[in-house]
């Protein structure tokens, strides 16, 4: 089983930034990345279709014998997480909104979350968020749309920009001093967003946080690759995979692409 590869899956093209940080982490780990972007977004579906779309990605990365799966996509973790880990025998890392040092290092008490409508609308991030944000205000909001012009490798355009600004101006009118990314896809939106923010707005994604995650079990459940020579990297997309490839361009590694259905 060490040997095996860690199975990623997410709506589509936004969790290469989740694998970019287990690869960094990570580098002798063999990966496959599955891609279901012919399904995305996943946010805007009710919660039975999120968990039965994650089911079919568990049993696909479970036939190419991954060892662990990383969950990619908070709208997948808070709608299915629970679901997968109760009905398949591996491990499961997921990810969810960083809310937890937000409200630890806010100074203006005041928070912005944005997310998927599924993400928002789950019980997993309503016990978080009340769990982790006592006497914060937390300010949430949905951002539509988003995940469609990520898809379409539109990170920089006036359409995402106009979109993006939309989102944000009603937070920074409310005071936040803290922008949670609770979607995988939005750290590709990261330079728009510093454009859009005043400096002292931090932002917080969780990509580092699933890798330390990711090898801390590995670790305790010995499943850490100890073989050396090359790695493989595997991306398997159910569309044409050209945003996929472009947003994976500067990293340096080994990577195989193909696209199937799946
Ligand atoms: N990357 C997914 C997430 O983290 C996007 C969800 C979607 O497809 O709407 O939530």
Known sequence: ???????????????????KEIQKLLPNEDTLYLA????????????????????????????????LIVVACNTATTNAITHLRENYDLPFIGIEPAIKPAALNSKSKTVGVLATKGTLASSLFHSTSENHAYGIQVMEQEGTGLVELIERGELQTAKTRDLLKKFLDPMLDKGIDY????????PYLIPLMEELLPPHVRIIDSGEAVARQTNAILLERNLLNAKSGPVRHQFLSNTDNTVLKNLLFNVDA?????????
């Open 1 to 19: 089983m060490q040997d095996s590869p860690i199975g990623i899956f997410d709506s589509g093209v936004g969790g290469t930034s989740i694998w």
């Open 36 to 67: 279901d972007s012919k399904n995305a977004p996943y946010g805007e579906k009710p919660k039975e279709e999120i968990v039965r779309l994650s089911r079919k990605n568990t049993e696909f990365l479970l036939r190419k014998k991954c060892k």
């Open 179 to 186: 922008l949670v990314l609770g979607c995988s896809h939005y």
């Open 254 to 262: 080994e990577m195989e692409f193909s696209c199937l259905t799946f």
